[in-house]
């Protein structure tokens, strides 16, 4: 008999026999927009990027595709829940003020990561008269949009996750990349009050979704730790300032029985050991350019560690079939054999990756992913 997404996804995450990989996918905004248009279905909307007034009830991509698991929550972090400040525009591109105080300089017609310009969060003391800003409260949660997604889940049996941030992802959008690695080595009194901050507070933002009903099965947490060439601290920072705040937030999740995916860009291999003692049960999305190969990886840790993603999107890119098929059964049967691998791109689908080439991965993930 086949399973239920939820179980298939549970059994993955426990590195327990399965009657197939799960599966699960992200995409970026212009590939899914345009997936969207070709399916032409009134019954999708684009839900994965932000909200569109009156298409709560419209089904994402997510489940079209038939994945395994929903996101539900994403607890909105800013210091200030309020619209960004207009500082400057060109046909490409427009800088923002937003809600942390910060100026980022965004593209305008494409999706992407903004650049940094200033963050007005700089020193110990405007920290300290902003800080009892980030207080967990119900209008943090987009309500409307994720019930409704919330309960087609249950509906269909998926695994849902709570879906939020962990330490380095939140405070580097209030105190940039510099500043946050400069304070670890000059001002380690500060940094770890703030990474303190917001790791209750995203305790706190988990304690209320499931006050409201919305409990869910694991946790997918959010936070891009490396860069291409390594993490963005040394494993000796990792342990000093993030572990503890990172074993915090994880043990919460244990505690009600749910397993933990970490989803983090770059080259995190330093970070691996450090990461399965905080309590990550899965790592995603493994991307390949930064170095990260679960051909090499699951040999290592495949006992302690599910693995998701991996999937070279500059492969998927090609549209060449025989290309993709070669990257995906090499990798698959690489981490297939420790039960623990769960599909998805390693990074999100891009543009120029057709539907039709989409649609027959995914049949080629399904057919070549069944465990014996």
Not at 69 to 92: F, G, H, I, K, S
Not at 160 to 181: M, T, Y
Not at 325 to 353: N, T
Request: glycine share 6%; with cysteine; net charge negative.
């Amino acid at each position: 008999m086949p399973l239920t997404s939820k179980e298939r996804v549970a059994r993955c995450l426990a590195r327990r026999p399965a009657d197939r990989v799960a599966m699960y996918d992200w995409f970026w905004a212009e590939t899914e927009a345009e997936y969207v248009r070709r399916i032409g279905d009134p019954d999708l909307w684009c839900g994965m990027h932000g909200a569109q007034a009156g298409t709560h009830e419209k089904r994402t991509l997510w489940e079209y595709f038939d994945f395994d698991l929903m996101q539900v929550a994403w607890p909105d972090q800013r210091l200030r829940m309020v619209a960004p400040t207009v500082l400057d525009e060109t046909d490409e591109w427009v800088l923002l003020r937003d809600g942390n105080d910060a100026e980022l300089r965004w593209w305008r017609h494409k999706m992407g990561t903004p650049e940094h310009v200033r963050f007005g969060i700089d020193t110990p003391e405007k920290w300290a008269r902003v800080k009892p800003l980030l207080q967990a409260s119900r209008d943090r949660i987009r309500w409307v949009e994720f019930w409704p997604r919330y309960r087609r889940a249950r509906e269909r049996d998926m695994f849902v996750c709570f879906a939020g941030v962990e330490v380095i992802e939140s405070v580097k959008d209030v105190l940039g990349h510099e500043q946050l690695c400069k304070a670890m080595l000059k001002q380690p009194d500060w940094i770890r009050d703030v990474f303190a901050t917001y790791t209750q507070f995203e305790i706190d933002m988990f304690r209320l979704c499931e006050a409201e009903g919305m409990t869910c099965d694991g946790a997918f947490i959010y936070g891009d730790i490396a860069y291409k060439n390594g993490p963005f601290m040394s494993p000796k920072h990792y342990r000093e300032f993030v572990y503890p705040c990172h074993k915090r937030l994880f043990d919460e999740f244990h505690a009600r029985g749910m397993p933990v995916i970490l989803h983090s860009d770059g080259d995190i291999r330093k970070l691996i050991p450090h990461f399965i003692d905080a309590g990550v049960d899965m790592i995603n999305p493994m991307e390949s350019r930064a170095g990260m190969d679960v051909r090499e990886l699951a040999p290592q840790y495949g006992d302690r560690l599910g693995f998701c993603g991996n999937i070279d999107v500059m492969v998927l890119a090609t549209n060449d079939r025989d290309r993709i098929q070669a990257e995906l059964h090499s990798k698959m049967a690489a981490a297939m054999k420790y039960r623990g691998y769960m599909y998805h791109s390693d990074h999100s689908i891009p543009p120029g990756v057709t539907l039709e080439t989409y649609r027959w991965l995914l049949d080629e993930v399904r057919r070549f992913g069944r465990y014996e």
